[in-house]
């Protein structure tokens, strides 16, 4: 079975802080997908990756950045944590050449006090 | 700007029952819509999903209903059970090797015994 796990299920950090997010998926997927999800928005995507060092900005990508240095993991960073970017946090893996579906990860809590 | 429209927000049904969650999209160059189905705590997972050359897709209890001319599409379960409850999300692939997908804005449903 595909497991893509995130590195925290939930997580308190203060106003102001650098804020690390991490992901890793085992199935060798080339696309790797960070989304927020909010009560009444759905999922938005925030950044996505294709490749290794690759990355494309979502929907919303204002106030995050990301890092894929090896394929199996892609990390979300907030520079600056505010608490308008409280939220979950849910990353996922697919892969075009073996056109497979979407895999999504248990999602991280952040809450930003 | 909300590429995939989904309604309603909330449903209420009886155990037995056959609730139809809609979704509405503009980009024609989607390819590709699936349905997701997340439970409290739980990444989405995907549920059953259809490309716009099919009208219809059955699996088990759900089915999806594809109107390509309307540009709409919508999910119906069959006899539904309380295990049902979950959050239902619509979604469309940007055409393309990167798999990108656009959510709507999620279906909280809750079948009553």
């Known amino acids: 079975d595909v497991k893509v796990t995130q590195s925290s299920r939930y997580l308190v950090k203060r106003t102001g802080e650098k804020v690390f997010l991490e992901c890793v998926q085992d199935m060798d997927h080339e696309n790797m997908f960070w989304y927020r999800q909010d009560p009444g928005l759905g999922l938005r995507l925030i950044y996505f990756?294709?490749?290794?060092?690759?990355?494309e900005k979502g929907d919303i990508p204002e106030g995050y950045s990301v890092s894929r240095e090896k394929k199996e993991r892609f990390s979300l960073i907030l520079e600056s944590a505010s608490t308008n970017q409280t939220s979950m946090y849910l990353c996922?893996?697919?892969?075009?050449?073996?056109?497979?579906?979407?895999?999504f990860g248990q999602g991280t809590r952040l809450t930003v006090v | 700007q909300q590429q995939v429209k989904q309604s309603p927000q909330s449903l209420i049904v009886q155990k037995g029952g056959i609730p139809i969650i809609n979704c509405a999209y503009e980009?024609?160059?989607?390819?590709?819509f699936p349905w997701y189905q997340q439970f409290p705590g739980k990444g989405p997972a995907l549920l059953i999903a259809i490309r716009p050359d099919v009208s219809e897709k059955k699996e088990g209890r759900f089915t999806i209903s594809f109107n390509k001319s309307a540009k709409q599409f919508s999910l119906h379960i069959m006899d539904s059970q309380p295990g049902d409850s979950a959050t239902y999300f619509c979604?469309?692939?940007?055409?393309?090797?990167?798999?990108?997908?656009?959510f709507g804005t999620g279906t909280l449903l809750a079948v009553q015994p």
């Open positions: 996922a893996s697919s892969s075009w050449i073996m056109n497979t579906e979407a895999f």
């Open positions: 980009n024609t160059a989607f390819d590709y």
């Open positions: 990756s294709y490749d290794v060092k690759m990355k």
């Open positions: 979604a469309a692939k940007d055409g393309g090797a990167t798999n990108k997908l656009i």
